[in-house]
């Protein structure tokens, strides 16, 4: 049964950097991975979507990454902003399953 | 488009009392997804529908709880009875294909049980 772990579980950096929110999964065995953000109180907002066969994607000042073969994702987002403050959530999508969400991590980004 | 709308936006009800929340999925989505959120267990799939068929439902917690979709535009998932530990908010998501399109999701409904 697949597994989503993601780490550190919050977050608080100064305005403008950059920086790397991690998520771990333990099949590999994967159709793609989802990057979301969450704002309190309100739903889930698709970031970015990595399909298997892929390496990274990219929108803006957001990049995922995907190794496979190590059950890892990264999300970087650069040049930091107090608007990207939201939990962020990472979902797996494996064969024989629907998706599985990790459990976030919450940024807070200082003005 | 009018995304994944979701009502009610928040419930309260004693005890024992039918719940029922809603969802209209975005136009033309054939995937129809109910999550339920908690702060102890995070976002787990209670259920999902294609082409308005129950696909799995192994998700679901108890056989106090049932999910129908009578049409494409829209959904119901249903408590009764409720009880205390089914406070949560639950989330209804849409996606046009499965494997390769990203999921959109409603604001949820947040739910009290007293």
């Not at chain 1, 990264?74 to 399953?97: E, F, N, R, W």
Request: overall charge neutral; proline content about 6%.
């Amino acid at each position: 049964k697949q597994e989503v772990t993601q780490i550190p579980a919050a977050l608080s950096v100064p305005e403008g950097e950059n920086l790397v929110l991690n998520c771990s999964f333990t099949d590999s065995a994967i159709y793609n991975l989802q990057w979301f953000r969450q704002d309190p109180g309100k739903g889930l907002t698709s970031l970015l979507l990595i399909q298997s066969s892929q390496r990274e994607q990219t929108s803006g000042r957001l990049n995922a990454s995907l190794d496979k073969s190590s059950g890892r994702s990264t999300l970087y987002i650069a040049a930091s902003q107090p608007g990207d403050s939201a939990t962020y959530l990472c979902a797996v999508k494996s064969h024989g399953q629907n998706f599985v969400f990790g459990p976030g991590t919450r940024l807070s980004v200082l003005p | 488009d009018a995304g994944v709308i979701q009502s009610p936006r928040h419930e309260v009800t004693e005890m024992g009392q039918e719940v029922t929340l809603r969802c209209k999925p975005i136009s033309g989505h054939d995937y129809l997804f109910w999550y339920r959120q908690t702060m102890m267990r995070g976002l787990e799939l209670l259920i999902y529908f294609n082409n308005n068929v129950p696909i799995d439902d192994s998700g679901m917690p108890e056989d106090r709880f049932s999910a129908k979709m009578p049409n494409a535009s829209f959904s119901t998932l249903k408590i009764q009875p409720s009880e205390p530990r089914d406070s949560a908010v639950y989330f209804c998501a849409s996606s046009s294909g499965q494997n390769n399109q990203p999921q959109h999701f409603g604001d949820g409904t947040r739910l009290s049980i007293l």
